[in-house]
């Protein structure tokens, strides 16, 4: 069964840069698309971006000029990499993976999700 | 962008009781690329359904789904005490992929 876990700085100052990793268990990164997502209470589940395992990158054009992705599949781990955060980019944030078919997609599984806070 | 709206916002609804919640988009989205989650305070979401219908491994067949186009329907047909949660939709067909607000079923 696959699991994801995650980890990064939970704490930031106006301006640093939201630095996240997700480590796959149980399975390979060579699938898939990998995927963060953020929640606030105001603005509910916000997809940011994904990652293939060849490197090639969406991203949702509301944060795509502050965000990169990466991943390194021998180490079966993805990053997220947000910079000059404001208190807006408070959230928890998740990795997930994508499944994307022809027949279907979806987001799953989930890591346990990171709470991020921007304060000065 | 494609809107999600889902509603109600807020059913109270008994143990036992019928719940559908509806998931409406802005524009089309292909039935196979819906999907619906159900998240409980300080957990991460979990999958309940995909492909607008199919019920993810270990689900329980209470739950079920259905729609296309612009209009989907999540049911639970009897309500357990553990089904008491926020349910969201999910369109992973139209990039940038969004999700609903949430629908937040409480206890009546």
């Known amino acids: 069964q696959v699991q994801l876990r995650q980890w990064g700085a939970g704490l930031l100052k106006p301006s640093d840069t939201l630095s996240l990793t997700c480590a796959v268990y149980g399975g390979s990164s060579r699938d898939y698309f990998w995927t963060w997502i953020r929640q606030t209470p105001e603005k509910g589940l916000e997809w940011i971006g994904e990652?293939?395992?060849?490197?090639?990158?969406n991203y949702n054009p509301s944060l795509e000029s502050r965000v990169t992705t990466s991943i390194d599949t021998s180490k079966n781990q993805f990053s997220l990499k947000l910079t000059s955060v404001t208190a807006a980019d408070t959230a928890v944030y998740y990795c997930?993976?994508?499944?994307?078919?022809?027949?279907?997609?979806?987001?799953?599984?989930w890591g346990q999700g990171t709470l991020v806070t921007v304060s000065s | 962008e494609i809107l999600l709206t889902q509603s109600p916002d807020t059913p109270s609804l008994s143990l036992g009781e019928r719940a559908t919640l509806s998931c409406r988009a802005s524009?089309?989205?292909?039935?196979?690329?819906l999907a619906w989650y159900q998240q409980k305070p300080g957990q991460a979401p979990r999958l309940l359904i995909y492909?607008?219908?199919s019920r993810a491994t270990g689900i329980p067949d209470r739950f079920s789904a259905s729609g296309s186009g612009t209009d989907f329907t999540l049911t639970i047909s009897r309500l357990e005490p553990e089904d008491f949660a926020v349910y969201y939709c999910?369109?992973?067909?139209?990039?940038?992929?969004?999700f609903g607000q949430g629908t937040k079923v409480e206890i009546k």
């Open positions: 524009q089309s989205v292909s039935s196979s690329y």
């Open positions: 997930a993976r994508g499944r994307a078919t022809t027949r279907f997609r979806y987001f799953d599984p």
């Open positions: 492909a607008a219908s």
């Open positions: 990652i293939s395992p060849s490197g090639s990158t």
């Open positions: 999910l369109q992973y067909g139209s990039s940038p992929w969004t």
